[in-house]
């Protein structure tokens, strides 16, 4: 089971190569980032609203003692930020170059959040090998700037 997960992940990263270049070609005919970013998030949301309708017959409620936390609710303010950020820079630097970054950041703030298992995550200290696996992306990521 749990490699349908990997699997599952590898798609979704499949998934955000070929979303950079579908979004930055749309940018290109909008002529605007954040207008392509509301155009994707707009067509995200009704395909999800079509996929929860059809297939969760479950009414959505907050259960009894949740606790309104703000910082909950920005998931879709940092997905803004990022598909806006990512059709400004993808068609300057290319999709492997910004991408090399996007994934570089999210390693180090990830692990960041594993080590201090902050947001809610389960603990999962940093290691020598982690810190390691660090360096070899960001050598990574340079290389493939390299022409």
């Given at each position: 089971?749990?490699?349908?997960?990997?699997?599952?992940?590898?798609?979704?990263?499949?998934a955000?190569?070929?979303?950079?270049?579908?979004?930055?070609?749309?940018?290109?005919?909008?002529?605007?980032?954040?207008?392509?970013?509301?155009?994707?998030?707009?067509?995200?949301?009704?395909?999800?609203?079509?996929?929860?309708?059809?297939?969760?017959?479950?009414?959505?409620?907050?259960?009894?003692g949740?606790?309104?936390?703000?910082?909950?609710?920005?998931?879709?303010?940092?997905?803004?930020?990022?598909?806006?950020?990512?059709?400004?820079?993808?068609?300057?630097?290319?999709?492997?170059?910004?991408?090399?970054?996007?994934?570089?950041?999210?390693?180090v703030?990830?692990?960041?959040?594993?080590?201090?298992?902050l947001?809610?995550?389960?603990?999962?200290?940093?290691?020598?090998?982690?810190?390691?696996?660090?360096?070899?992306?960001?050598?990574g990521?340079?290389?493939?700037?390299?022409?």
């Amino acid at each position: 089971m749990k490699n349908y997960f990997y699997l599952l992940s590898l798609v979704a990263g499949i998934a955000v190569a070929v979303q950079t270049g579908v979004n930055t070609q749309l940018r290109n005919d909008t002529n605007s980032p954040v207008f392509t970013a509301l155009i994707s998030f707009a067509i995200g949301t009704v395909a999800l609203t079509i996929i929860y309708f059809s297939f969760f017959k479950v009414t959505p409620v907050f259960p009894a003692g949740f606790e309104f936390t703000w910082w909950k609710f920005t998931g879709g303010l940092l997905g803004a930020l990022y598909v806006t950020a990512i059709v400004i820079a993808a068609p300057r630097i290319g999709v492997a170059n910004a991408l090399g970054f996007i994934v570089a950041g999210q390693f180090v703030s990830a692990v960041i959040i594993d080590h201090f298992g902050l947001l809610g995550m389960p603990v999962n200290p940093i290691s020598w090998w982690r810190v390691l696996g660090i360096v070899i992306l960001i050598c990574g990521v340079y290389l493939i700037q390299k022409k």
